[in-house]
């Protein structure tokens, strides 16, 4: 079996060949648990009020605060595999 850190490159690798285009709140849980397993803790200041878009990444990636990296890449992991059931 691939260790997490190869699992969750090849996940990210295979988001991009997603059969259909995952919904907006789907994509903002990929992006947040991609963040949250490569980067850890959000940093940086918010975006501002008018980049709705980088708001909502930056909220999306503030609710996992404290989770572990690993935790995310396994989350991450199987989320992907349930979009490509």
Partial sequence: MADL???FEDAAKAVMDLKQRPDNDVLLKLYALYKQGS???VNGPKPGFFDFVGSAKYEAWEKL????PDDAM????????SLNT
Avoid: I
């Fill in 5 to 7: 850190k190869t699992q």
């Fill in 39 to 41: 980067e850890g803790d």
């Fill in 65 to 68: 605060r404290g989770t572990k």
């Fill in 74 to 81: 396994k989350k991450y992991v199987s989320l992907v595999k």
